[in-house]
């Protein structure tokens, strides 16, 4: 098992001290519309491939087409598609993460932050309230999760969720929401219904995926249809 050894307290603490002197000194990011309003998406993780990554990136590039800036803030960040745009570090453990992200915000004019949530914990992170008197705060679900916290969402600007049908998400508890499909580079729908009778997901293997496969397996076990796993 792989170990962040700067997921341990005193080191996340003095990483983040070290950016912070960063922030002070380096000056601010060279935006592309420097006069136009400015996003900041904050995501733990961003992996080589993946379906958030691949919808980030999706959305990245069509703000960009719009005349937005988009800069990305990550704890690690190994997507090439996304680097073509103002990739940030910040350590997400440490006790002043809220802090020093605010500092990363004042310093380059952020007017946008919006919060990646692909687990429980992201949701935790930082705090609505505050975050809302330094800029527009919102976020997008990426999965579907058990558990999220309705009113921790209703203090944010916005919510975007992928999907109105997913299993664990309350939306009569959620106050006004977006959603967006899972691709907007398609142009049309790719897929009909013809009668079919099995089920097919594609998915990496990995515990970041348990979830929505088990959501998955549950599903079709429930509705008694056939089902394979690539």
Known sequence: ?????????????????????????RGDIKWRYPDRPKILYVVKRLDDCGGVETRLLQYADELTRRRY??????????????????????NFHTRKFEDTLLAMMAQNGIDT???QIKNRSCLYRLNPQRM???????????SNIKGLDPEMLN??????IISDRLWHIDYEAIDTFHV??????????????????????ISRIRHDKYRQIESFVNYCRAVGTDFRIG
């Open 1 to 25: 098992m792989k170990i962040n050894l700067f997921s341990l307290p005193v080191l996340s603490a003095l990483e983040n001290v070290y950016i912070r002197l960063k922030i002070k000194y």
């Open 69 to 90: 800036n988009i800069a990305f803030v990550t704890e690690s960040n190994s997507f090439a598609g996304v680097k073509k745009y103002p990739c940030l570090h910040l």
């Open 113 to 115: 932050v919006e919060l």
């Open 180 to 201: 967006l499909p899972v691709s907007i580079a398609a142009g049309q729908r790719c897929w009909r219904w013809q009668g079919q009778s099995r089920a097919l997901i």
């Open 132 to 142: 809302r008197r330094h800029a527009r705060y919102g976020c997008c679900i990426h």
């Open 155 to 160: 203090d944010m600007d916005y919510r975007v």
